[in-house]
């Protein structure tokens, strides 16, 4: 009967009540234990504490019960639990060993507390207390606590070091022990106006330990409990230098505002959210919107661009690391290109970040432009051999036009004129490789076959490669695919072709042998071929036996403007080697290098080998004219006369009525006088006078909607952007074309 009373009081009671037999399981608990855990009585017995509890926790409590068991004292310990739905409470334990009626241990049994909302109050209460401590002592300014009387209390860090006095020698001490002596009424006068509550703010003299005056600007509270005054706070700034350089301080602020705003850099500030807090001048003219428009926007208030970088912002809040970015647009309206710094303000309460971009567009064009330079050189190299094969093409021509002169024969006159079509067809493509060769552009990467563009290479490499040296070029068993820009590549591989050229000279029996293979790079070769990624490469070795190198030469050979022939005209200037190391590191590549004093060298490149679809140059298809097509009215415009001549021969042969002018200027006049107009204008982009470019900004002004065929003897992608998408234009035609191409182009217009 007792026993029942018993449980039946445990069963009621607001705490958790337990009993556990030594082995940690539960063989009894009441209703706030279920309470506690989220789950009925009949759930909990048999649980062992080891199931709701961490490894590292139940090991920790398994120590505090087994202390229990061996000395017989009840102890309290605090553990975090682990409910079935995931959920953790922190719980107050009250362990007591307990005992049969003969004494002997059979387990134990407790109280249990849910203290979670304790636990969190307090560490709230802790991290609060931590907060304000950590203010009070870190503050800018002098913080001193008194009681109502006026005797210290507290102090923070800054107040020692101004006044000199440590924290033992002015605790407990009146606050007039710092006051300046003619200043001491001030200070009585400050301190009774705290009394009546008020809120003053006294220019106040200090004096140091050591005699030193300081100037501060004071201002304080008291702190009241039930009406009492518990204490009374002083806040000070240092404010010396300020009184005696308020001047030099309002200078310097329009100086470093001149700075800013005078800045080439585009500088803006934003707060810990993002938003604009200032921006300089420069800002307005990159995004061409009014600084006053943007203030408290987001980045992307400025452009699309930008709005990317605000997941960067967002990141870098509270961390100690700038983020750079390289050679990006910020705005559809600019084709500027910048560097970007991202860097977070340091201090904390503050946040935010500084984002300044610096304009590198000159400094790209100049790379371009000595990338441009050092393929220029490369031409030069192959100069040589290039007029060579002019001359072979040229001797071919003369041939074939005295013998045509010269036989009556019709049969024999066609083969002449198949020869000589065969013979323009060989300068053509000669002209055509050399254009793409030296195309003056950023690069456009590409999927691009690695075996065409060694074919490429070695038909223009052979042209100025002498008698003495043999290329062993391999035969593709199967062809890869690189991303690269085709140009880069092209001038990557006569770059060392040259180089090996050069460096076996004059001497005899010289040798160029060529190895290409695909590898796979996995962790332990990508650190012996200095690559960033792992998957599959094609590895290009060039070997030559020529002169070879010493490791000094061998340490600055990709070094700009380093080289080792001599100097003088046409002798190089030591950009090859570096401009193809930068190529290939910025297509994901390696490039080394192994050399021997006399016995040659072995360049080595790696270029990663795309999995994308095979992107070479179809092979032309031969044309054959549509007689059904449209005939029409065409204006050809060209200044070179023979042009002009034969342009409108074989225009006429293929059915079109056609006028010719010599420039722009009497190309407009021709389109203002003619009434009956004309359907296509063949426009040469390149003319004394007015040019082609010039001409159709006048037609535009003028309101004419004639179709133009632009036609250039240079690629079209020298042309200006603007040109390019001109409405007008619907065809391009490259100089030299046949008759097929002319009526292929044609066709295309009028059907």
Known sequence: MENTKTRKILDDMQEGYYEIDLAGTFVYVNES??????????????INFTDYTSKATAKRVFKIF??????GIPQKVEYEIILPSGK??????????????????????????DITKRRKLEDQLRENRERYEALFENANEIIITTDENGYVKRMNRLTEEISGYSRKELIGQSILMIAHREDQGLFVDFWKELLEGKTPHFELRARSKEGRMEYILASGSVVRKGGKIVEIQYNAQVISSLKNAQHTIEDLKNYLNSIIESSPNMIICLDRKGRIQMANPITEGIFHKSLSSVMGMPLSSLSSQMEGFEKVIHDLQGKNIPRFFHELTLSDTS????????????????????????????????????????????????????????????????????MLKRTSDRARQLTYIETLEHISERARDLIQQLLVFTKRNEGKPINISVQQVFNEVLNMARKSIPKNIMIDFPDFEKDYLVYMDHTQLTQVLLNLIVNAKDAIDDKQNGLISVDVQAISVDRNTRRRYLLDSLGKYIKVDIIDNGCGMSNDILSKIFDPFFTTKEKGPNKGIGLGLSITYTIVKNSGGSIQVQSEPGKGS??????????????????????????????????????????REIGKEM????GHEVDTVSDGHKCLEKLVSNKQGYDIIILDMIMPGLDGYHTLQEMKNLGVSTKVIISSGFSFEHEKHDILNNPLIVAKLNKPFNMDELSSVLQKMLT
Do not use: C, W
């Open 651 to 654: 225009l006429e042969f293929l």
């Open 602 to 643: 072995r360049f080595s490149i790696l270029l990663p080998v795309s999995e994308a679809e095979d992107t070479r140059v179809p092979s032309k298809e031969e044309f054959t004219p549509d007689k059904e097509s449209k005939k029409a009215r065409i204006l050809l415009v060209d200044d070179e006369e023979m042009l």
């Open 66 to 71: 087994h202390n229990v068991f061996t000395t």
């Open 33 to 46: 234990v279920s309470k506690i855990a989220e789950m009925p009585i009949e759930d909990i017995l048999g």
């Open 335 to 402: 084709s500027q290109i910048f560097d970007i710094i991202i860097y977070p303000l340091m201090n904390s309460g503050v946040g935010g970040v500084v984002f300044t971009a610096v304009d590198i567009s000159e400094k790209k064009n100049m790379e371009i432009q000595l990338v441009h330079a050092q393929k220029m050189e490369t031409i030069g190299e192959l100069a040589g051999g290039v007029a060579h094969d002019f001359n072979n093409i040229l001797t071919g021509i003369s041939g074939n036009l005295a």
């Open 88 to 113: 953790t409470k922190t719980i107050e334990n009250s362990v007591t060993l307990f005992k049969d009626e003969s004494g002997k241990s059979i387990g134990f049994r407790g109280l249990v507390t």
